[in-house]
């Protein structure tokens, strides 16, 4: 059974970082993609960021470009979101989730398995 478990959230000031983690079980996939959505009070879910197993590249959204650094850990089998100079805009819940048939994409529908998410608040 495929399981993500997200962790790292919380309350920073404006300005402040943190830094969240995926940690994924149950994996048979030899190529797959790891991604990180946010979904805001009243807003649509939207994908922030995402990385290949398969080589390592990684995207992201405009939104969070040159603040947000996805990486992975194969060994520990979790990938992070490394988010810096975070802005009240960026409170949300964020999700990861895993795509097993790697498209690269930053759609919901691209993903197959989902974590429960962690809650993130920035604070003005």
């Known amino acids: 059974e495929v399981q993500l478990v997200e962790s790292g959230g919380g309350l920073v000031q404006a300005g402040g970082s943190l830094r969240l983690s995926c940690a994924a079980s149950?994996?048979?996939?030899?190529?797959?993609?790891i991604g990180w959505f946010r979904q805001a009070p009243g807003k649509e879910r939207e994908g922030v960021s995402c990385?290949?197993?398969?080589?390592?590249?990684?995207y992201y959204a405009d939104s969070v470009k040159g603040r947000f650094t996805i990486s992975s850990d194969n060994a520990k089998n979790t990938v992070y979101l490394q988010m810096n100079s975070l802005k009240p805009e960026d409170t949300a819940v964020y999700y990861c989730?895993?795509?097993?048939?790697?498209?690269?994409?930053?759609?919901?529908?691209?993903?197959?398995?989902w974590g429960q998410g962690t809650q993130v608040t920035v604070s003005s």
């Open positions: 990385i290949s197993s398969s080589d390592g590249s990684t």
């Open positions: 989730a895993a795509d097993t048939t790697n498209r690269r994409g930053l759609d919901e529908w691209e993903y197959d398995y």
């Open positions: 149950g994996f048979t996939f030899d190529d797959y993609a």
